[in-house]
């Protein structure tokens, strides 16, 4: 900095020591090339280790790319225009590797000489990281009592939830993600929608569209028009004549005039791609390279106004990301002629991981999350916005588990079936699933092998997003027959899964489980962090609730054919035989197998003989009560 721009304002080195002391962020760039002339002291705490004095803020700060940090300094410095954020969330690469997240409430501001000429940009920021999480956590409870109460307190948002699709296909070589954000989330009903339709010959239907308005009425149309399509693209038509069917729908129907939809039909085998835009903005293709270009238009006009529905192809390779968008995307009211630029760029930023860093989330899911996130809170919104993402990638292999007829084992395949689960993209609810249906006939298998056989439990994920897996041993067939805690495994399974085939025969028996995976999209009201789900299989574990009484206790952990005994044992041992009442939480039960449910109903008899009161505890959205309540076992809420 010169000493021509330094004004005569009394001792500078006081001035300056006392702006070093300052509990906030300060940082001078000064030149067109922003160059770092000045940072306080709570500007190198948040930056250890970098040299900064007298570089680039495109190097001081190169880690901010894609965060929109770096364009809002050089934006003030080409308009002499102030710009001030809150709460913005920030990930700063530290110097051990590691990433640090803070959340700054900022104002970047121009930085002038005495006589007005531009000298460069200051920036001061807080942090408020702490006022941010507590809002998070404040927002995260009031979203838990939103969903609690929903049904019964809002009807309009729960029809909006019942006219989108329940969830998006778990397909091989094929991850889909998608998210919506309401324009106003009071009202929470909007006329955009997404659908993803799994077609028989493996390939999958891609649609975003957009009814005109807002309001009941606009989601009425909108839950019409999404299952005219649907059911055209279950019967096998091709997306023009599909999109004839809408179209004929939308010139009956007053308020689905003149709706755009953008429809494409993916091969994810080969990448071929079909698709055509109804009036509405191209797809957007990024390329695993990081490059973006987008499709262009077919030509198509809005349902309903007499034009036609021509197609176009394209090919994705390996890795490309294709995202489809409705405008609200794009017409944010802050958002300037290159809006569309400024999407391709969020989302190639997103999908590389150069934007937000959330470990162990799926490139559609940055993208979708992420893009809305980045440019909602620079450009705000006032139309719904819908994006949904499609990417190419390498198809999990089929899981194989060669297990010895031992029970002990049963834990161990758990824990891989899940990681395979994960790995596909599951949803905790299909683990959740397919973890008790295949322990279940595990079991069975591990008694039909009399301790000779080896068990296989092959599975396989299907062109149409359906796990198939079969469990298969080399025992003779047996019988059912009652014994002390088993004989439900087969109809519990039956219950949980989709379908259920038992296959017995003179050299062992085969049993096959279908069950569809599907992943919830994010219907959006702010911006959450992703959930972080824990892999760890902990052990089976019995432990007395606080007040210091026996008979009242909490279980943790799996309840499977190895734990279940002990508990049993433990929990009668603990109420004298049943005689004494007993209070039993099992809300952190992680997996209630047959066994389990055997070993209550064994437990609750007795003391039932006995006259003494067994009162059993479970939240309600707990693994342990999603089984008492298909098994019929009273449960305290």
Not at 4 to 21: N, R, S, Y
Not at 518 to 545: G, K, Q
Not at 548 to 576: F, H, Y
Request: aromatic letters at 4%.
């Amino acid at each position: 900095m010169t000493d021509e721009h330094i004004p005569e304002a009394g001792d500078i080195a006081a001035l300056v020591a006392a702006v070093d002391q300052l509990p906030f962020i300060v940082i001078l760039f000064e030149g067109p090339e922003l160059l770092t002339v000045g940072a306080n002291a709570a500007t190198r705490a948040v930056l250890p280790g970098r040299e900064v004095i007298g570089r680039p803020c495109r190097e001081v700060l190169g880690d901010l790319a894609g965060q929109q940090f770096l364009d809002v300094f050089h934006e003030v410095y080409r308009t002499g225009e102030t710009v001030a954020g809150r709460q913005w969330r920030v990930h700063l690469d530290q110097p051990d590797g590691s990433v640090h997240e803070i959340f700054v409430t900022f104002t970047i501001m121009p930085w002038r000489a005495a006589d007005g000429s531009l000298i460069g940009v200051i920036g001061a920021a807080f942090d408020v990281t702490e006022m941010a999480r507590v809002r998070q956590a404040a927002e995260a409870e009031a979203a838990q009592l939103r969903r609690r109460y929903e049904r019964s307190r809002d009807v309009i948002t729960e029809l909006q939830r019942e006219l989108l699709p329940p969830g998006l296909p778990v397909l091989p070589g094929l991850q889909i993600a998608a998210s919506y954000l309401l324009a106003d989330a009071d009202t929470a009903a909007g006329g955009d929608w997404f659908d993803a339709v799994a077609r028989s010959d493996g390939r999958v239907a891609l649609v975003v569209g957009d009814v005109v308005g807002h309001g009941i009425t606009a989601s009425g149309a909108m839950g019409q028009l999404r299952a005219v399509l649907q059911e055209r693209l279950d019967s096998g038509a091709t997306p023009a004549e599909a999109l004839a069917a809408a179209d004929r729908f939308a010139g009956r129907m007053r308020a689905a005039h003149a709706t755009t939809v953008c429809l494409a039909e993916l091969d994810p085998a080969n990448g071929e791609l079909t698709y055509c835009t109804a009036g509405h903005p191209p797809p957007l293709v990024v390329g695993a390279d990081g490059s973006t270009r987008f499709l262009p238009v077919t030509g198509g006009g809005p349902l309903g106004t007499g034009g036609g529905f021509p197609v176009r192809q394209d090919r994705l390779e390996p890795g490309d990301l294709l995202l489809l968008y409705s405008d609200g995307i794009l017409e944010r009211p802050l958002a300037g002629p290159e809006s569309a630029t400024e999407l391709a760029r969020v989302a190639a930023d997103a999908a590389a991981g150069r934007a937000l860093r959330e470990s162990g989330t799926a490139a559609v899911e940055r993208v979708c999350g992420q893009a809305i996130e980045l440019l909602v809170r620079a450009g705000g919104h006032a139309d719904d916005i819908t994006l949904l993402a499609a990417q190419r990638i390498e198809p999990v292999p089929a899981l194989v588990l060669d297990l010895p007829p031992d029970p002990a084992e049963l834990r161990g395949a758990r824990a891989r079936l899940q990681a395979w689960l994960l790995e596909l993209g599951a949803a905790e609810q299909d683990i959740f699933v397919l973890q008790h249906a295949l322990g279940e006939l595990a079991t069975n298998a591990i008694e039909h092998a009399q301790g000779q056989h080896p068990i296989e439990v092959r599975a396989v994920l299907t062109p149409t997003g359906r796990v198939e897996a079969t469990v298969t041993d080399h025992g003779g067939w047996r019988t059912p027959e009652r014994q002390p805690i088993r004989g439900r495994g087969l109809a519990l399974t039956t219950q949980l899964v989709e379908s259920l085939r038992v296959e017995p025969g003179a050299h062992g028996t085969v049993a096959t489980v279908r069950h569809p995976l599907s992943r919830p999209a994010r219907l959006l009201t702010s911006f959450d962090d992703a959930p972080v789900r824990s892999t760890e299989v902990p052990d089976m574990l019995v432990a007395e609730l606080p007040g210091d009484n026996e008979a009242q206790v909490r279980v943790d952990g799996p309840i499977d054919l190895t734990s279940a005994p002990r508990m049993q044992v433990e929990l009668l041992r603990r109420s004298r035989g049943g005689t004494v009442p007993m209070t039993v939480d099992l809300t952190g039960v992680t997996h209630l197998a047959s066994a389990g449910v055997s070993a209550l109903y064994q437990i609750a008899e007795h003391h039932h003989d006995q006259k003494a009161t067994l009162t059993l505890i479970a939240s309600p959205d707990s693994p342990a009560r999603q089984i008492l309540d298909l098994v019929g076992l009273p449960v305290t809420p």
